[in-house]
């Protein structure tokens, strides 16, 4: 798998052990870890006398540019995929860089991560520039939730499936160190970062305490402060191990940044190391770890009075000490496991979805030719067409609305039933399916039945129950209860009991949704490399395909406040901020990186009653959730399907569950060993015609 990966560093960054800033940290990290490490190269701009933080580095030199330096330089990064070909291309804090890629139309994947704020660099700053990446990069990575807010801010939307935080990350020490008397400040010493605040105060403590001393580590050329005493020491930059060290062996440090920090290694690395870490609440520095010493007032009477209780109150120095030393929030080896799952999701090949009286069929129906057959894993008439043969039926389809279609300017209906009578003269069929439609006039039906002695079935997919109020269901039970005494059984994914109808419910069925063992096969609970916690898909009908302007209904209500209220879940939902829906593999694909699904209806949930993608869900082996009140649970225990009550409900037990991937797994292989044993395609069509025939 030989330099399949590139990553690109800002053209200013050191990607050097003297220098590094925070991106270079952040991929020398991540490299460390990774299990895609020899499979990537990194590409940045070092002078000729400097070594790389890491092997597979590529220079490149910008000695003669002088204009337009970031362009020339992502552009040598161009002509390197061109002879190399890379599958996937990271770039790190350059939006004017993947813009760049993208108008190239590169056939790499493209991952974006973003280290400031997007509103203040070139290619992000516009709301029609953020638009753009977030509908075009493949995906888009932010090193806190206050990056990604200011992405988003102005944005007709809040979030992207492809848009996600990846927090700068640390190992944790195995051992507390020894602590000294020592205060830290490491960073640019400027005003921005609090570096005026920090000494003045510093300064005052030092002469109260003099037993204590205090260390800046840092440069800033264009700001300068000649701040002395003689228990503080300022230093140069130094390496990143050495400052690590340094932090080990301090006791309190100060993060007093005045600016909108994007995240706060300093923070984070500081506390890590078992430092009482005191910071102001700008920007990311409150994600970096839990901290209790957040400034309410960034002045120096607030700093001193902070610092001071820590020095005379040791037991609570050592308190805050051994907690944050304990309590890590951003792991190393989780946030590398997080990224690599995407990288390793997208170089996978693309999916690969590939088993005495007998009856003659006439199964009249769509089968989605006028769609080119886009719906094909999810058309319960194929599916219920395939049971029947499986069966050893004979079977011939008719798709009735592709041939009205095709003779808009003439009477349809007559044409049709013309068609279907000859159809029936030609082939004698015994029984004649009608599937999702009432197409055939009362007279043509009775004449039929006598001439033939013709067995008619008619399945329905749509709501039907006027207490679930799902959408059209008093024209839907309108159509069906047509010539009701002629048909001789009904088989409904509305389940019998809740539907109050004419029709004699004798000889009314419940249609459970079919799978089939040749389309739901992804055995999905063996996938590993699982991004997305939870999938949820939504459309404003299957046969249009894609998103209605202005459309909106009871599930995106749902869905709006369950990622508001559980925002730790990591979700996958498609039909929603202008993410179109999706179909056959790419909806296969979608499926393929979650680990939990969301099965949600239209309507109020009533027995039984649910969308047929549940059947894409459940056979393809994802653990899926739904509304208790459909019931479901008469078929299906707790370890094969998910069962919630309310939002809350939903939301503690998805979280809960994440913490158990394996158990995740064995629901999920539980649940999709039910389904096939209870609703796949042979035995419902076995069903249909024990009771029909």
Not at 596 to 613: D, F, M, Q, V, W
Not at 617 to 641: A, H, Q, R
Request: glycine share 4%.
């Amino acid at each position: 798998m030989k330099n399949k990966i590139a990553i690109l560093l800002p053209y200013k960054e050191n990607y050097n052990i003297n220098k590094a800033g925070a991106a270079s940290i952040w991929v020398k990290d991540y490299l460390s870890k990774s299990k895609l490490h020899d499979s990537t190269t990194v590409f940045g701009n070092l002078e000729n006398n400097l070594k790389p933080l890491t092997k597979n580095f590529i220079n490149i030199s910008l000695e003669k540019t002088i204009l337009s330096k970031n362009i020339a330089y992502t552009n040598e990064l161009y002509k390197h995929h061109l002879k190399k070909k890379f599958d996937i291309i990271e770039i790190h804090n350059r939006p004017e860089s993947l813009l760049y890629m993208l108008k190239k139309k590169v056939s790499s994947k493209l991952i974006f991560v973003f280290h400031n704020n997007p509103q203040e660099m070139r290619g992000s700053s516009s709301v029609k520039e953020r638009i753009y990446l977030a509908e075009n990069a493949d995906y888009l990575y932010f090193v806190s939730m206050w990056v990604k807010n200011k992405f988003f801010e102005g944005l007709p939307y809040s979030n992207r499936n492809n848009c996600e935080i990846l927090y700068p990350s640390i190992n944790k020490l195995n051992k507390f160190p020894k602590k000294e008397k020592l205060i830290i400040f490491s960073g640019k010493l400027n005003s921005s970062k609090g570096y005026d605040l920090f000494s003045t105060t510093i300064i005052k403590i030092l002469d109260k305490f003099k037993n204590w001393k205090a260390i800046a580590i840092g440069n800033e050329p264009r700001e300068k402060f000649n701040f002395k005493h003689k228990n503080f020491k300022v230093l140069d930059w130094l390496e990143h191990k050495k400052i690590l060290k340094y932090y080990s062996k301090s006791s309190i440090s100060v993060v007093p940044s005045r600016w909108q920090e994007p995240f706060g290694r300093t923070a984070m690395e500081s506390a890590a190391h078992g430092c009482a870490t005191i910071t102001s609440n700008r920007g990311g520095l409150i994600e970096t770890f839990n901290n209790d010493l957040i400034l309410k007032k960034l002045d120096s009477q607030s700093l001193f009075l902070l610092v001071s209780k820590l020095i005379k109150n040791q037991v609570y120095l050592k308190k805050i000490q051994k907690r944050n030393f304990s309590n890590v929030v951003h792991l190393l080896t989780k946030q590398v496991k997080k990224l690599d799952e995407l990288k390793f999701y997208l170089l996978k090949p693309k999916l690969t979805f590939i088993k005495k009286k007998k009856q003659k069929i006439l199964h009249i129906s769509q089968f989605d030719e006028r769609n080119d057959f886009r719906l094909f894993n999810i058309s319960i008439a194929s599916k219920l067409t395939k049971g029947f043969v499986r069966n050893g039926h004979d079977v011939i389809n008719l798709s009735y609305r592709n041939y009205i279609s095709k003779n808009i300017f003439k009477n349809r209906f007559d044409l049709i039933n013309k068609k279907i009578n000859k159809i029936i003269e030609n082939y004698r069929p015994t029984l004649l399916v009608l599937g999702h439609n009432n197409i055939l006039s009362r007279n043509n039906l009775t004449n039929l039945k006598k001439k033939y002695n013709l067995k008619i079935s008619l399945w329905y997919e749509d709501a039907l129950g006027h207490r679930g109020k799902g959408p059209n269901w008093r024209e839907n039970l309108d159509l069906i209860e047509k010539n009701h005494d002629l048909i001789d059984s009904y088989f409904t994914t509305t389940h019998p009991d809740e539907i109050k109808t004419s029709i004699n419910k004798k000889k009314m069925f419940f249609l459970p949704i079919p799978v089939d063992e040749n389309i739901e096969n992804l055995n999905l609970y063996e996938y590993k490399n699982k991004f997305k916690d939870l999938f949820f898909a939504l459309s404003h009908g299957v046969n249009f395909g894609k998103l209605k302007k202005g459309k909106r209904d009871e599930r995106e209500k749902f869905i709006s406040q369950l990622t508001t209220l559980y925002p730790n879940i990591n979700y996958n939902i498609l039909g929603m901020a202008n993410e179109n829906p999706k179909w056959n593999y790419e909806f296969f694909n979608e499926l393929s990186k979650c680990k939990i699904a969301l099965n949600l209806s239209r309507g109020e949930p009533i027995k039984y009653t649910s969308s047929n993608r549940i059947a894409s869900l459940m056979g393809n082996g994802i653990y899926t959730f739904i509304d208790k009140k459909t019931k479901y649970s008469d078929f299906f225990n707790d370890d094969e399907m998910g069962f919630y009550s309310s939002i809350d409900d939903l939301g503690y037990k998805i979280e809960y569950l994440l913490r158990y991937p394996n158990r995740i797994n064995k629901y999920a292989k539980n649940g999709a060993k039910k389904y096939f044993k209870l609703f796949n395609n042979s035995l419902i069509t076995k069903n249909i015609i024990n009771e029909t025939v």
